[in-house]
């Protein structure tokens, strides 16, 4: 029960703060309660299908193929698909940290999976589009032609801050989120 309560605890204070919330300011509280539910009901609708695609990258694709591919010896290989996995995928970011950790534990260089993450952020197709419709063709390309060298600058400067040490931390606590 205390490893339960332990677990849960910023859930509970929440739940706790949103009780007294609605108890003292109705109005207030009921909105809380909304968007609690709204953003519980986002995160079902994106949640089930990242894990799917999870285990379909982990059982389908062997751990080799992910070294040739993003590994540390990739090359700008690695680079252009870590950009266009950030940047094809759908969904918001908080998606993108399961799959970083699975091509973290599949061998793509680290650096690649900042890129990934980075892409994920900044580059999205969807986004990209809309930009384009709703500010213009030219401040889209203006922010996209910015964002890519200081997407893989900002890769590289954390990949090589970094020590080994440290490293290998984010790898282990990649392996044993699995």
Known sequence: MKMLFKR???FLA???VNIVVYSLYPSVGQKSIDITWSNTVEMLSVIPPIF???GLLDVWVQRETMIKLMGEKSGILGIL????????AAG???????IAGVLL???????NVLIFIGAWSTTKIPMLLF???????KFMMTRFVIDIPGIMLIA????????????????DQAAGSK
């Open 8 to 10: 849960y605890k910023y």
């Open 81 to 88: 698909i870590a950009f266009f996995l950030g940047s094809a």
């Open 131 to 137: 930009e384009a419709s709703s500010m213009g063709w």
């Open 14 to 16: 929440l739940l706790v």
């Open 156 to 171: 590289y400067i954390t990949e090589r801050l970094l020590n080994e040490k440290e490293k290998q931390y984010i790898h």
């Open 105 to 111: 534990q599949k061998g793509s260089k680290f650096s």
């Open 92 to 98: 918001p970011l908080y998606a993108a940290f399961p």
């Open 52 to 54: 799917i695609l999870l």
